[in-house]
């Protein structure tokens, strides 16, 4: 690890704020050198934390951290905040268990003033953070750092909207690290993001305006349409100063030589909402990453010198990339299937989609809510879309997905990835939901897979079915290695099947646990309990006549599915309750996801920790039974 002098003497933003302006250079190279070291040997996000190493370090000297607020959008850039804010000894424990989250958290510390693990939330929660600042009479400044992706979110654009027509005292720092916006200019950027953020412009500016006041209506218009053209002819900011906000750069986000001067302006001198445009470089000083920026995103552990990650080779494929080969298989025979995403190419594996039909695939941004009702239009087209969409994402766009396709019964096909715990990303990224929001809506499919050739069932079902909306789910990692069947085969809608039969306890089982089911009913079989074990397949329609077997020629029935209370199992209970198949003295358990967020862990922590895994069953089960049942049985 590289020496890391002044890093050392770092234990929070005062620390920082106490140099000089003339040592943040050497000391933004240290925490550079730091975080590439602390993330090598966790794992984690990396890119998009080097590419503001300069700009954190720029914020925390200039402004009063923790009370004036800083907010990162997402938070997947927020390691070197971390490290600068008493955290840096903690840093080796990143998205480990009982250690840091890889997000911004308010338990975690008070200069974490909002969490999120989704994107575009930032400028709303800095306004409510402004207006509130304003109510209580302290003049504090709130700075929310987005990224140029979660900026094409409509939330954020409303946010400005509301920010500029309130002319809220709020700094918005436009991360553009893709350069989707307008690249620097070099000395002339700087120097125009420096004028147009100082006191002298800002003067100026408000004479004029002052002067314009008194002219004709129609020499009114006319000035501030000069003056709107010539901002943005300089700077390209002409959208965000028609929100109402006072635009500034764009400028280099690395050259803090730029930056301090900027943002001591906007401090200093604005009282509106104000937006800063800063231009970086993900991955920006280590090569690798610079390199290869999307791969470097979010990596595993990896050797610094090479670069090379240490990824265990898989026993078998990813239900990632089953969904995605599955789909190809689909699309080359109908040219009508359609796959949409939001800007998640390569987590959902749409990348190869995209390489194979490149007209047929559409990145429509970090924008659910609109990806869903466009393919809502699509569908009325009679065009077959799939929307591949991780499950804690789809959350985003339910109005949609009520209003604009369960209530126009549009077949659009949901390909939900991350069901279930998701170990590191934590209980921002989990797929808990799903289920239970979407058996609500009449007429919705909803399915999960139990294993990769049943996913390669169910994509192949979702191709052909027309009569509206269906949904299968399925969770992040690896496949059990089942054999895979070449083709899928259509599966008949709400039907379940039997995987082992047994006469005492009944196991039914929902999604990607059925190997727990059928490893807990061998482990109970060798108590003497004989065990049969289902794979529901369908959350809805239910197969009531798997349902109504298991309840009547069992004394357990166990409900099992990797998903928040009130879905898979509250719908069979309620179908048992209102058949009256309750009524013979049946033991029904369900066994869902605790009624708490849960933080990150290993997978299989979390699973055994909730009790959804072999050992969770077999405890429940015997539970069930009473208290002497076990004794009797290892009797």
Do not use: C
């Not at 050259?255 to 509106?272: A, E, M």
């Amino acid at each position: 690890m590289s020496s890391t002098p002044l890093l050392d003497r770092i234990q929070s933003p005062d620390d920082l704020r106490r140099l000089p302006e003339s040592d943040l250079r050497q000391v933004a190279n240290e925490l550079r050198a730091d975080l590439i070291d602390a993330v090598s040997r966790t794992g984690g996000h990396l890119g998009a934390g080097l590419g503001v190493v300069e700009l954190t370090v720029a914020l925390h000297h200039v402004f009063d951290t923790p009370r004036d607020r800083l907010i990162w959008d997402v938070g997947h850039q927020a390691y070197p905040h971390k490290i600068l804010t008493g955290r840096r000894d903690a840093m080796r424990t990143v998205r480990q268990e009982n250690g840091l989250s890889g997000f911004a958290k308010r338990t975690e510390s008070e200069y974490d003033p909002f969490g999120a693990g989704h994107s575009s939330t930032s400028i709303s929660a800095g306004l409510g953070m402004a207006v509130a600042s304003d109510l209580a009479g302290h003049r504090r400044n709130v700075v929310a750092v987005i990224g140029d992706g979660a900026i094409s979110a409509g939330m954020a654009y409303e946010a400005m909207n509301n920010a500029g027509a309130m002319n809220a005292r709020l700094v918005v720092i436009l991360n553009d690290n893709d350069m989707s916006i307008a690249p620097p200019t070099g000395a002339m950027s700087a120097y125009l993001a420096r004028l147009v953020s100082g006191k002298a412009y800002k003067g100026l500016r408000d004479r004029a305006k002052a002067v314009a006041r008194h002219l004709p209506p129609f020499l009114q218009e006319g000035a501030r349409r000069t003056e709107e053209l010539a901002r943005g002819l300089l700077t390209g900011g002409t959208l965000f100063e028609e929100l109402g906000f006072h635009y500034v750069g764009p400028i280099d986000g690395h050259d803090l030589d730029h930056l301090l001067p900027v943002l001591q302006n906007v401090r200093d001198t604005i009282d509106g909402p104000v937006l800063v445009h800063v231009v970086t470089k993900k991955g920006k000083g280590y090569p690798p990453a610079e390199a290869s920026a999307d791969k470097y995103h979010g990596v595993a552990k990896f050797d610094v010198v090479t670069g090379a990650q240490s990824k265990p080779k898989a026993n078998a494929p990813s239900y990632t990339r089953i969904f995605a080969e599955t789909l190809l298989q689909e699309a080359r025979e109908d040219e009508r299937i359609v796959a949409i995403h939001a800007a998640m190419p390569d987590g959902t594996g749409l990348d190869l989609f995209g390489q194979a039909f490149p007209k047929r695939t559409f990145d429509v941004g970090i924008a659910e809510q609109h990806a869903v009702t466009f393919a809502a239009g699509l569908a009325t087209e009679g065009y077959k879309p799939f929307v591949a969409i991780y499950s804690t994402f789809l959350q985003r766009a339910y109005d949609q997905i009520v209003h604009d396709v369960a209530i126009q019964h549009l077949p659009v096909r949901f390909a939900i990835d991350r069901a279930g715990f998701v170990g590191a990303d934590g209980p921002t990224h989990a797929g808990s939901f799903d289920t239970g929001f979407l058996v609500p809506l009449p007429g919705m499919v909803v399915m999960a897979a139990a294993d990769e050739a049943e996913l390669r069932h169910m994509v192949r079902t979702a191709a052909i079915y027309d009569d509206g909306p269906i949904s299968f789910r399925y969770p992040r990692g690896n496949g059990t290695g089942v054999e895979l069947p070449e083709r899928g085969q259509a599966l008949e809608i709400g039907r379940g099947r039997i995987v082992r039969e047994g006469t005492k306890v009944a196991i039914l089982s929902f999604g990607a646990r059925l190997a727990d089911a059928i490893g807990a009913s061998e482990d109970l079989e060798g108590f003497g309990l004989s065990t049969t074990v289902a794979d529901a397949r369908f959350a809805k329609p239910l197969d009531e006549d798997l349902v109504r077997r298991l309840a009547q020629n069992h004394e357990v029935l166990i409900l099992l599915e990797e998903g928040a209370s009130g879905g898979f199992a509250a719908q069979v209970l309620e179908l048992l309750a209102r058949r009256g198949w309750l009524d013979r003295g049946l033991k029904v358990r369900p066994i869902t996801m605790p009624d708490r967020f849960v933080d990150h862990a290993a997978p299989e922590t979390m699973l055994r920790a909730s009790g959804i895994d072999k050992a969770g069953i077999v405890e429940t089960v015997f539970r069930a039974l009473g208290d002497g049942a076990r004794r009797v049985m290892q009797a």
